[in-house]
């Protein structure tokens, strides 16, 4: 079969497509064969080996894992003999390493039944961009109905999640982004949308209950200030920092963690059975809608992370794999 693979850190042109094995599936595993990826910047945070102090987990010299990818949409081809869930057939989407390629083995608990009212495509963009809002807003973040929201980031991957899910749990949204994506932001329900090319966030009269912040480039006091006394910030993304900068903003979030009743969060996202089917619900019940920038063939997988890499997606950046051209 046909899969992405990079034997070297560096920029996405160390992706190749190559012939490797079909993989098969363990007792509580499910084999899919893929039909759409998502894109994630820790595809290219992984294959570029950045920051380096990551290296010593994920490889000195060269990267241990070599297969990008991390979410999945597929039907499913064969079961394990433990899995209870799941059967030949079924439509799925959810979480499994190297996921751009023909086929995946992940375990049943990193999988849910596709709703029927979304694509493929609206699938593979869920699971790591919605979990990240999920948690970030609900678990860190205590969201509540009428809580005034402001989501830093609003027209990106987990941004446009954000928005929604917000939406969905009663807030009051404001999303931060440029000129182009004010229309995109204010349709996926934001009460106001703030143009950071014309406006800066922390300068206005308003006071947030949450700040849930993808960006980080703006100081921690300038968001504190248009914090509510008992308001939370939480640091899930760091779209406008250096990768030279990003240590001292997690240890400045760090040291901040209580103040004066307020919260300083730093989110690091993990894969979730119970946040898939939340993501279900909501999905079927057209409470969140993903929103897919642009779709690329699985040759094309290295400009795919490329374009992601820019910084200036409009939702989610997918790869879609048509295993019926490499029979
Ligand atoms: N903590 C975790 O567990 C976790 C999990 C997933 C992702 N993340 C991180 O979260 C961040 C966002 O991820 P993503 O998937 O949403 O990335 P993404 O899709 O690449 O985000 C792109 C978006 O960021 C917006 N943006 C860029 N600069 C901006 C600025 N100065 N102000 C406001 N918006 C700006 C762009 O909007 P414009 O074109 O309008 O500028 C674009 O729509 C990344 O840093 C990622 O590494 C963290």
């Given at each position: 079969m046909k899969a992405a693979v990079y034997?070297?850190?560096?920029?996405?042109?160390?992706?190749q497509i190559q012939d490797v094995e079909k993989p098969s599936p363990a007792d509580n595993e499910v084999l899919i064969r893929v039909r759409a990826a998502s894109v994630n910047p820790a595809d290219s945070h992984l294959m570029e080996g950045k920051?380096?102090?990551?290296r010593i987990v994920f490889?000195?010299?060269?990267?241990?894992?070599?297969r990008p990818g991390f979410d999945v949409a597929g039907q499913v081809e064969a079961v394990g003999k433990n899995v209870t869930r799941f059967k030949p057939g079924d439509e799925v989407f959810g979480s499994s390493r190297g996921s751009f390629a023909e086929y995946v083995c992940t375990p049943e608990s990193k999988l849910v039944l596709k709703p029927?009212?979304?694509?493929f495509e609206q699938a593979a963009s869920v699971p790591v961009a919605a979990y990240t809002a999920l948690q970030g807003l609900?678990?860190?973040?205590h969201i509540r109905p009428g809580y005034k929201v402001l989501i830093n980031g609003a027209a990106g991957g987990v941004g446009t999640f954000a928005v929604q899910i917000a939406r969905a749990f009663g807030a009051e949204v404001t999303g931060v982004c440029s000129t182009r994506n004010v229309d995109l932001v204010r349709s996926l329900g934001a009460a106001r949308v703030i143009d950071y090319t014309r406006e800066d966030?922390?300068?206005?009269d308003q006071r947030y209950d949450l700040i849930f912040d993808l960006v980080a480039n703006h100081s921690l006091p300038a968001c504190r200030r248009i914090m509510t006394p008992k308001g939370a910030y939480i640091g899930a993304g760091v779209l406008g920092l250096s990768m030279f900068h990003l240590p001292f903003r997690l240890l400045a979030v760090a040291l901040l963690s209580r103040s004066a009743g307020q919260t300083f969060v730093n989110l690091m996202a993990k894969s979730n059975q119970e946040n898939l089917a939340t993501m279900y619900q909501l999905l079927k019940d057209g409470k969140v809608t993903p929103v897919v920038d642009r779709c690329y063939p699985l040759s094309e997988a290295a400009e795919a992370i490329r374009y992601l890499a820019e910084g200036h997606a409009r939702g989610k950046v997918v790869i879609i794999i048509d295993s019926s051209r490499h029979p």
């Amino acid at each position: 079969m046909k899969a992405a693979v990079y034997e070297r850190y560096g920029p996405p042109d160390v992706v190749q497509i190559q012939d490797v094995e079909k993989p098969s599936p363990a007792d509580n595993e499910v084999l899919i064969r893929v039909r759409a990826a998502s894109v994630n910047p820790a595809d290219s945070h992984l294959m570029e080996g950045k920051p380096y102090v990551g290296r010593i987990v994920f490889g000195l010299r060269k990267p241990k894992l070599t297969r990008p990818g991390f979410d999945v949409a597929g039907q499913v081809e064969a079961v394990g003999k433990n899995v209870t869930r799941f059967k030949p057939g079924d439509e799925v989407f959810g979480s499994s390493r190297g996921s751009f390629a023909e086929y995946v083995c992940t375990p049943e608990s990193k999988l849910v039944l596709k709703p029927p009212n979304i694509s493929f495509e609206q699938a593979a963009s869920v699971p790591v961009a919605a979990y990240t809002a999920l948690q970030g807003l609900r678990d860190k973040g205590h969201i509540r109905p009428g809580y005034k929201v402001l989501i830093n980031g609003a027209a990106g991957g987990v941004g446009t999640f954000a928005v929604q899910i917000a939406r969905a749990f009663g807030a009051e949204v404001t999303g931060v982004c440029s000129t182009r994506n004010v229309d995109l932001v204010r349709s996926l329900g934001a009460a106001r949308v703030i143009d950071y090319t014309r406006e800066d966030f922390t300068q206005g009269d308003q006071r947030y209950d949450l700040i849930f912040d993808l960006v980080a480039n703006h100081s921690l006091p300038a968001c504190r200030r248009i914090m509510t006394p008992k308001g939370a910030y939480i640091g899930a993304g760091v779209l406008g920092l250096s990768m030279f900068h990003l240590p001292f903003r997690l240890l400045a979030v760090a040291l901040l963690s209580r103040s004066a009743g307020q919260t300083f969060v730093n989110l690091m996202a993990k894969s979730n059975q119970e946040n898939l089917a939340t993501m279900y619900q909501l999905l079927k019940d057209g409470k969140v809608t993903p929103v897919v920038d642009r779709c690329y063939p699985l040759s094309e997988a290295a400009e795919a992370i490329r374009y992601l890499a820019e910084g200036h997606a409009r939702g989610k950046v997918v790869i879609i794999i048509d295993s019926s051209r490499h029979p």
